[in-house]
């Protein structure tokens, strides 16, 4: 259970390495780690370690320090694994693609000419 006595979210368990989870990059607040389901040849979640908020529009809204902070794990995971360039999707509400509600980017990076998110 959390602090607010809400079940962990899967990412919270990740991040707690209570599942396990290729991770390429953390600090205090933010994990990343390879997506199970790539969708390009690099596919990386960056989140924030607690499940405070559900979507980026929360998070904007809340702790807008927090926001740049994944935006700015992204850029390094996209140089260190990549050329650098990168496309950055917060998936948002389950007509938007969202299945995890704990806020998540996808760093989708390397060859995006054939990636995509759906299906
Ligand atoms: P979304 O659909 O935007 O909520 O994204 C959730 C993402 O989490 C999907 O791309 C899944 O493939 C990914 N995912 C689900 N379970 C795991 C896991 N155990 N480890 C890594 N990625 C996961």
Redesign the pocket.
């Known amino acids: 259970m959390t602090a607010s006595g809400a079940e962990p979210t ?1 990412f919270e368990r ?1 991040a707690a390495r209570e ?1 396990p ?1 290729r991770i390429v990059a953390e600090t205090d607040r933010v994990i990343a ?5 790539p969708k390009a040849p690099v596919h990386v ?1 960056v989140t924030p370690k607690r499940g405070d908020y559900r979507d980026v529009v929360e998070l904007a809204s809340a702790d807008p320090a927090l926001l740049a902070e994944l935006v700015d794990v992204a850029n390094g995971i996209a140089a260190d694994l990549a050329d650098g360039d990168f496309r950055l999707i917060f ?1 948002t509400g389950p007509g938007g ?4 509600f704990h806020v ?1 980017a ?1 760093v989708l990076a390397g060859g995006l000419e054939e990636a995509s998110l759906a299906g």
């Open positions: 899967l990740i599942i989870a780690f390879h997506d199970i389901a979640i998936n693609g969202q299945t995890v998540h996808h």
